[in-house]
């Protein structure tokens, strides 16, 4: 019996019992992850059909870009995105008729200097005169590399930030619609080209800016800016708002940056 045991212990002896291996996770950190896209650009893309484009975005996401797809234009949401380029697609029902209907429309109320590509059919290439012409117009479909090229060359082209509201404060810097204030510097740009204002104006447009569309009473304005209470028959603040308005191009009968209160001040235009 005790030989049986001994043989039982030497079959057991012999067995080569399976290692033990730690988890892989559980010894190395994980691997950090990497900014393939330091620099990004948005674009917004309006399609009633977004499957049609679908290698058109794939091709502009994997070359870094942020691709915004929208079915229709809305001016209400997407006046305040900030984008660098707009691609409307019009190449499955689109007419010469819609275009010229799109087109005028972005151009009154989109208010923005943001280039736009138009995507179009043969047939309505084909038929394209007049103003349609001078619009960036591509046939579509066509090799995604082709738009993308198209994209780089118009953006790089157009580097100028897109009219909005209200720019993020960078620092000192703030904006409004096509406007750059520097605080440090008082300096006001536009399209890299200095306006020219006294300090006066400056202070009225950028009270007028930090109040973010509210109205401001001529009072106020006289208090803060001249430091007096004394309104009584002063039209101090209707001459310096004037001689504003006309360094920035600005109508005040439609304006753009400045609207007037009657009775009351000024505010920002929307």
């Not at 950090?32 to 975005?57: A, F, K, Y």
């Not at 590509?117 to 005169?129: C, D, N, R, T």
């Not at 300096?187 to 569309?213: C, F, M, P």
């Amino acid at each position: 019996m005790q030989k049986q045991t001994d043989q039982v212990k030497v079959k057991w002896s012999g067995r080569r019992l399976p290692l033990r291996v730690k988890p892989a996770l559980a010894e190395t950190e994980p691997a950090p992850l990497v900014d393939n896209c330091p620099i990004t650009r948005r674009v917004i893309l309006i399609s009633p059909m977004p499957g049609q484009v679908h290698e058109l975005v794939k091709a502009l996401t994997d070359s870094c870009f942020d691709v915004l797809v929208f079915h229709r234009w809305e001016p209400d949401l997407h006046e305040r995105l900030v984008f660098d380029l707009l691609i409307y697609d019009l190449s499955v029902a689109g007419t010469i008729d819609a275009f010229t209907g799109i087109s005028s429309r972005l151009n009154r109320e989109a208010e923005h200097t943001t280039p736009c590509l138009y995507l179009v059919g043969e047939k309505m290439i084909g038929s394209a005169s007049g103003p349609m012409l001078q619009e960036e117009l591509l046939v579509w479909p066509a090799r995604p590399q082709e738009a993308l090229y198209r994209v780089q060359r118009m953006i790089g082209s157009s580097p100028v930030m897109p009219k909005r509201a209200f720019l993020p404060e960078e620092g000192q810097r703030i904006g409004f619609k096509d406007l750059l204030l520097d605080r440090e510097r008082m300096s006001v740009q536009r399209d890299n080209t200095r306006i020219h204002l006294t300090k006066t104006e400056y202070d009225l447009l950028l009270k007028l800016i930090d109040a973010k569309g509210a109205v401001i009473s001529r009072e106020e304005m006289l208090s803060d800016i001249w430091e007096t209470d004394f309104t009584g028959g002063s039209n101090v603040v209707d001459v310096h708002i004037k001689s504003l308005r006309k360094k920035l191009g600005d109508n005040a009968s439609s304006p753009q940056y400045i609207v007037t209160v009657r009775g009351v001040g000024y505010r920002l235009a929307d």
